[in-house]
């Protein structure tokens, strides 16, 4: 006679299609070519100039690939009309962004954003942009409206650092949240200061960081220029796109599907559990747009 | 002394002469023009999050006593960054360096190293170094390894690797994979078991787990299966946590305690003593049932001479220090 546990097992896992994700990968394949349910759309745009010779952000590069993408997402020929249709005078923006001091969201990313929801007539004194401390942000705090960016990287407990991960600074405890290997993350997205409030998604994909080793899980051979934006309305698709490209490029790179240290199956299990968005790439139009050299997917 | 210098040995002395202030004596003020900028990191297990995130969880699993973090500039070229870990024991020094897979080349420095291209990682002692330059260029590899060595050179003694990996069959092991653990927390990062603690495991607990790959020479390696040792305080610990275990993850069972898991492979776990054994992933009940007497071997070879701590197959018995 079998037991009850507080939780799962790996056996649980295995008995279901997530098993997919202890064999060391996201699981995004287990789905096959459903096309059943729910749709998301992603741009991913590139251009090859993003990035000068050093690895540093172009900024004009950076506010034509936003422009471009939010064109694209919301149609129309003018890259103001998208942010008007977004926001308005009446919101305070809290941007939750990344600083990780290895891979930090480009301040010329912030920048363009910025100018882009001022130009949305949204007044620049009620536009927040903070990570560590949005919790006691006040801008954060009163926010009617977040927008979400931060570079993709492999990470020591969520297999990747996402979207969907971004958000734990709104927590008082965020280690609560790394439970096999933050498994759960999407269920930040309930928390009152975050439910309901995200309206846009950027995930940086300029140089990400593929594979980590050591206490900063950094080191720079792991990461190349791909000089690329990922944007969104649905988090859970812009990540599962995300992860499509590292495992494309750990895969050129080991020479094999190389499983991730931590399996990244948040991404999965927020679309299975938590309803979130879409992880399956069969249910994901993505429009690709700009350099399309070594695109990977 | 040099004024960075002297800023380093202050913060070091205002914040916690021990141990932390002992690991400025182990760190070179320059090397090869690479210089410190600005005053040591100093930090302890309670706030080691403000310094490395999430990966502080791992080095507090092992106990870690102090962390300094130097980092050095050079005109023209991006920083390096020092990180020195005292773990306390050389057995969490390992458990820190092999928290990774190694998969690199060992350039030699301290008891095992490995270099990749921006970084060098190696342990000595109670030490755990971790090494990161922010470029990869010639000059920055060349100063990693010469700061790795002086480093190594100043940390006084060498010590023994676990003992439990006397435990570990040799043959087909992935010697890149194998990580010391803990607690439940860690072993699930490497192998995500059940969210419950069915080994109650904890910091009076030391474990590995191994991969292993079987082919024959010549022929590509298929996957073999995993291998999870826990060693507890006294047999009665470690009957519990193996009555709980087959309760939970193998009701299942056979009488020979292996069960075929929903992959079509087989799982199987064993207790000998203070010591569980567990077999996960093996193709076939044969393959387990051979991993529980490899182990069986090796621990009637290990156990005569096994001291509680440290790996006598590992540093000769003069290298050995005492860590009690």
């Known amino acids: ?297 | 002394m040099t004024f960075v210098t002297l800023v380093g040995w202050m913060a070091a002395a205002t914040a916690d002469p021990e141990p932390v202030g002992r690991l400025a004596q182990m760190l070179p003020s320059e090397v090869h023009g690479w210089k410190p900028t600005e005053a040591d990191g100093l930090y302890d297990a309670d706030n080691l999050y403000d310094y490395i995130d999430g990966g502080a969880e791992v080095y507090r699993s092992f106990n870690v006593r102090g962390v300094r973090a130097r980092r050095y500039a050079k005109p023209g070229e991006e920083d390096l960054i020092a990180d020195l870990f005292d773990m306390g024991t050389p057995q969490d020094a390992f458990g820190a360096y092999h928290h990774d897979m190694r998969e690199g080349i060992d350039p030699g420095v301290g008891q095992e190293s490995e270099q990749t291209e921006g970084a060098l990682s190696f342990w000595k002692g109670q030490y755990f170094v971790a090494l990161l330059a922010l470029d990869e260029t010639d000059a920055a590899r060349l100063a990693l390894l010469a700061l790795g060595r002086a480093i190594a050179d100043a940390i006084p003694e060498e010590g023994a690797p676990p003992a439990l990996l006397r435990f570990l069959p040799k043959a087909d092991l992935v010697r890149s994979q194998v990580h010391y653990f803990h607690d439940h927390l860690c072993l699930n990062l490497h192998y995500f078991l059940a969210d419950e603690n069915l080994l109650k495991l904890d910091r009076t607990t030391e474990g590995l787990l191994a991969r292993y790959v079987w082919g024959k020479a010549g022929q590509p390696k298929a996957p073999g299966c995993v291998l999870v040792l826990a060693r507890y305080p006294d047999a009665d610990h470690a009957r519990q946590a193996h009555h709980r275990f087959m309760q939970v993850y193998l009701p299942d069972a056979d009488a020979n305690g292996m069960a075929r898991t929903e992959d079509g492979r087989w799982a199987g776990a064993r207790l000998r003593k203070d010591l569980f054994i567990g077999v996960f992933d093996a193709p076939s009940n044969r393959d387990v049932e051979r991993m529980f007497g490899e182990v069986d071997r090796a621990a009637v070879r290990a156990t005569p001479a096994a001291p509680s701590k440290g790996d006598s197959d590992h540093e000769p018995q003069d290298k050995r220090r005492d860590t009690s």
């Open chain 1, 1 to 297: 006679m079998s037991h009850k546990t507080n939780g799962v097992t790996r056996r649980d896992f295995l008995r279901n299609a997530a098993g997919a994700t202890l064999a060391g990968t996201a699981g995004l394949s287990a789905w096959g070519q459903d096309t059943s349910g729910t749709k998301a759309k992603v741009v991913l745009v590139r251009d090859a100039g993003a990035l000068d010779a050093d690895g540093a952000p172009s900024a004009e590069a950076l506010q034509r690939m936003l422009d471009d993408a939010m064109m694209d997402l919301f149609g129309g020929a003018d890259p103001a009309a998208p942010w008007k249709g977004l926001f308005n005078a009446d919101d305070t923006v809290g941007i939750k962004t990344n600083v990780w001091r290895f891979l930090r969201t480009p301040k010329a990313l912030e920048a363009a954003i910025k100018r882009r929801l001022v130009e949305a007539g949204v007044p620049e004194d009620r536009i927040g942009l903070d990570d560590p401390g949005v919790r006691t942000n006040p801008l954060f705090q009163q926010a009617t409206a977040l927008i979400n960016v931060r570079p993709m990287h492999t990470h020591h407990w969520a297999g990747v650092g996402s979207l969907l991960k971004n958000y734990i600074t709104f927590h008082d405890k965020p280690y609560t949240w790394h439970k096999d290997a933050c498994a759960n993350l999407a269920g930040l997205w309930e928390l009152p200061s975050i439910k309901g409030k995200t309206r846009l998604n950027v995930l940086v994909m300029l140089s990400p960081l593929f594979h980590g080793k050591g206490p900063h899980h950094f080191q720079k051979k792991y990461t190349w220029p791909y000089k690329g934006l990922l944007v969104g309305t649905d988090p859970v698709a812009v990540d599962a796109t995300g992860l499509r490209i590292l495992e494309a490029k750990r895969l050129g790179f080991f020479g094999e599907q190389q499983p991730f240290a931590v399996s990244p199956h948040h991404i999965r299990i927020a679309e299975e559990k938590f309803h979130l968005g879409v992880a399956n790439p069969a249910r994901i139009e993505l429009s690709k747009l700009g350099w399309m050299e070594d695109v990977l997917i």
